[in-house]
């Protein structure tokens, strides 16, 4: 089984993850943005080079790929996976490889008011000690919540089990995803 944790960028999905982690017996955690990486190392600064690493059609095949090894390498997991996926298109063709690879897929998307995520995203601080980088970090999460938005509003808040988190506590959103988890 995976579990993909979706949401804005700062929304509490990784902690989400660790968490949901710590209650699930035999569970794993993996971060398809460590295969971004990867693509980005290898081509370094190749011509054909993306911006966003979700764009390369190869991120999108191995992500499933790796998902559905670790699936049946754990022998059902569950399998943990935190990663914003804001497009319609790339998640069909993640979660279609992963059901016909016969992993099952629980989509679960963390969900708050914007001037929340803002909130948020003001107040994170990814690099302790390093405010110029946690600022970096903070730029890119502010130009990505239109995006977001427009996800929720025309696909996303359809496609995905949501958790509003906008008034939840971090171990109140992974009780409320349990819950869904442990559905019939």
């Known amino acids: 089984m995976l579990v993909w944790i979706n949401g804005p960028f700062g929304g509490g999905k990784t902690t989400t993850a660790t968490l949901l982690h710590q209650q699930l017996a035999g569970s794993i955690i993996t971060d398809p943005e460590e295969v971004g990486f990867l693509l980005r190392g290898s081509l370094g ?4 080079r993306q911006r966003d690493f ?5 991120w ?7 998902c559905a090894e670790l699936d049946r390498h754990t022998n059902g997991g569950p399998v943990i996976a935190p990663m914003t996926l804001l497009r319609r298109e790339y998640a069909d063709e993640i979660f279609d ?4 690879a016969g992993t099952e897929v629980h989509h679960i998307l963390l969900h ?3 001037e929340v995520i803002q909130a948020r995203i003001n107040e994170s601080m990814e690099f302790p000690g390093d405010e110029e980088r946690s600022e970096k970090v903070r730029a890119f999460r502010r130009r990505k919540v239109t995006a977001y938005e427009d996800a929720y509003a025309t696909w996303l808040s359809a496609r995905a089990e949501v958790i509003d988190t906008t008034s939840l506590a971090p171990d109140q959103v992974a009780e409320r995803a349990l819950g869904l988890l442990r559905r019939p």
């Open 112 to 114: 708050a008011e914007p």
């Open 54 to 58: 979700q764009d390369y059609p190869m």
């Open 97 to 100: 490889a992963l059901g016909k």
């Open 45 to 48: 600064d190749h011509p054909s």
């Open 60 to 66: 999108r095949t191995l992500v499933a790929a790796v």
